[in-house]
């Protein structure tokens, strides 16, 4: 499984951006996917997850802000971030977790600043 994060960039306090991961690969059976994030000088820590049946779950920090999706005809995970903060500048990376097995994408970085 290879997963390719984009969609990050720089963006001003309040703002918005959607981050999209596309898996290729054999991607038979993965039943849960998510977004996670490493700050500066912080560890990596879960944003959001969504399962094969539609199961969500977000970070308490992103609650109301973020919307996380996932189109498997596209075989493509979707991040919509609004009210965006600069405590949210990170490098947001995807996974997916298959039975035992995880895997992840390189990161895409998001900075929110003025």
């Known amino acids: 499984v290879q997963l390719q994060a984009s969609g990050g960039g720089l963006v001003q306090p309040g703002g918005s951006l959607r981050l999209s991961c596309v898996a290729s690969?054999?991607?038979?059976?993965?039943?849960?996917m998510g977004w996670y994030r490493q700050a500066p000088g912080k560890q990596r820590g879960l944003v959001a997850n969504?399962?094969?049946?539609?199961?969500?779950n977000y970070a308490d920090s992103v609650k109301g802000r973020f919307t996380i999706s996932r189109n498997n005809a596209r075989r493509t995970m979707y991040l919509q971030m609004n009210s965006l903060n600069p405590e949210d500048t990170a490098v947001y990376s995807c996974?997916?977790?298959?039975?035992?097995?995880?895997?992840w994408g390189k990161g895409t970085q998001v900075t929110v600043s003025s």
């Open positions: 969504i399962t094969s049946g539609g199961g969500i």
């Open positions: 996974n997916a977790a298959r039975g035992m097995s995880t895997y």
């Open positions: 690969g054999s991607i038979f059976s993965i039943n849960l």
